[in-house]
């Protein structure tokens, strides 16, 4: 459980900080140039949607092939999950919303996303080794 809990945590805080970097600081004109997005975002609704995100993809983490398995596993799966999710902020929103330009929305959410589920990749990996080294000391 504290595992699992851990996995969301990680979640949470890579997407987090990630987006929080690329939203205000790095990409700030990029995001405001778009004209539906609110002045005042609803903090408390994207944090839900992180806890969520972070409980399914924590479930289906412990029960893939990539748990528990090596870092680069962790990376591949940290990839995988953010090939999946980053399809719809790049592409959907690029085919629903008014963006500046499609080109620029495309690499900056693709580079964002690769970067956020790159760390998240690496802290499941970390949280496996912390484990394992966890349960080797209690065994001896």
Do not use: C
């Amino acid at each position: 459980m504290i595992t699992h809990a851990l996995r969301i945590a990680a979640y949470v805080m890579t997407t987090f900080a990630v987006q929080m970097v690329s939203h205000f600081i790095v990409n700030a004109e990029h995001y405001a140039a778009v004209g539906h997005m609110r002045a005042e975002p609803i903090f408390a609704l994207g944090v839900l949607a992180m806890l969520i995100q972070g409980t399914a993809l924590s479930s289906l983490y412990a029960r893939s092939q990539w748990a528990r398995s090596s870092m680069l596993s962790s990376l591949q799966f940290g990839w995988l999950v953010g090939v999946f999710l980053v399809s719809y902020l790049a592409l959907a929103e690029a085919a629903k919303y008014t963006v500046p330009a499609v080109l620029p929305w495309l690499g900056t959410e693709i580079a964002v996303g690769f970067v956020q589920f790159t760390i998240y990749g690496a802290l499941l990996g970390l949280l496996d080794v912390q484990r394992r080294d966890s349960r080797a000391a209690a065994a001896v």
